[in-house]
């Protein structure tokens, strides 16, 4: 055991903030794998990375909307190459990281990226649909995790980019499973972070709140309602600046909506209070809900 060595390495890491160098990354040629790329968050983010000049591979289960993205990215002078890929089927993701260094004998950047919702309470939800959503949201990611490692140490670099939630920094209610998979990706991401101090591969965390995509309409719902997000809502394209400006600059974590971090310290601090102001939150929505249907707009709101 080279402890020392251990302790010396993780000692220059923290001093540089977490990161492996101070200096702002050029992306230009280089190779990343964006997880979830048809829609959303990842295609935007696919879109902006191929404007830096990435080669960007584009992971999805929906081959036309993929083929789309690529097409927008070859218009605009870029290069792509979509791999069709399910996320909760292990030997798909490893495929993904074999056909992506056959191709380009190389990888800089995984963007963990795929994922979605799941609107259910803890009594509503059953143990498939927690096991689904962890093999999607959690197990998928570390599949692709495990299959790129020996690649990034090979090169002597790398950056795994990690997409979770402010919602795996504070559970929602009506979102038990889904922030349970969120939290999980962020303990795994923290782990590596460390383990990795020194070795050239950089980990982030992404932390975006309540985002214009497709993911409220694609979210699995138990709840009867329609579910739309509290409070105000980001562009899917600021989050990948975002995730651009991560991957120039790697850092341990990105809450990208800043007043959501004042509810992650505050949680720290008295996750009473946070308890307190969810369910205010919850009681203004039925409100609203009890008279728009007093006033014959329907339930669904
Ligand atoms: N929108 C928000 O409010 C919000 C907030 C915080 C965090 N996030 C996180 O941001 C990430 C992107 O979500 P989004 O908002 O951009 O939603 P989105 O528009 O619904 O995009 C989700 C992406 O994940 C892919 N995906 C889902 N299941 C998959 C599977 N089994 N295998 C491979 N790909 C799969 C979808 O592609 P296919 O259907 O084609 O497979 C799609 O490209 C997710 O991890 C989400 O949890 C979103």
Not at 104 to 132: C, H, K, P, V, W
Request: aromatic letters at 6%; one cysteine or more; proline letters at 4%.
């Amino acid at each position: 055991m080279h402890l020392e060595g251990q302790f010396f390495k993780l000692v220059r890491w923290y001093s540089h903030g977490g990161r492996s160098s101070d200096m702002a990354e050029d992306l230009r040629g280089k190779v990343a794998i964006i997880t979830g790329a048809s829609s959303g968050i990842g295609k935007e983010t696919a879109l902006a990375l191929a404007g830096e000049g990435v080669r960007v591979v584009l992971a999805a289960r929906r081959e036309p909307r993929l083929r789309e993205v690529a097409e927008m990215i070859d218009a605009r002078g870029g290069q792509a190459l979509i791999v069709p890929t399910d996320m909760s089927v292990p030997h798909e993701v490893e495929r993904l990281i074999r056909m992506v260094v056959e191709r380009f004998q190389r990888i800089d950047l995984l963007i963990n990226n795929a994922g979605y919702g799941l609107f259910a309470s803890i009594e509503e939800t059953t143990t498939d649909d927690l096991r689904r959503i962890m093999e999607v949201n959690f197990i998928g990611a570390f599949v692709a995790i495990k299959a790129v490692l020996p690649v990034m140490r090979q090169q002597g670099r790398g950056h795994i980019i990690n997409v979770a939630s402010v919602a795996g920094k504070r559970a929602l209610p009506y979102s038990g499973a889904y922030s349970a998979t969120k939290f999980a990706l962020v303990a795994l991401s923290e782990s590596l972070r460390v383990e990795l101090a020194g070795s050239g591969i950089d980990v982030s965390l992404v932390c975006p709140a309540a985002t214009a995509t497709e993911f409220f309409q694609v979210a699995e719902n138990r709840t009867g309602r329609r579910v739309r997000p509290v409070g105000p809502v980001q562009s899917a394209g600021e989050v990948a600046r975002a995730i651009v400006g991560l991957a120039r600059r790697p850092r341990p974590e990105v809450i990208t909506f800043k007043p959501a971090r004042a509810l992650v310290v505050l949680n720290a601090v008295s996750p009473r209070m946070i308890d307190w102001a969810m369910r205010q939150s919850i009681k203004r929505a039925r409100q609203r809900r009890e008279e728009s249907t007093a006033a014959g707009a329907g339930p669904g709101v």
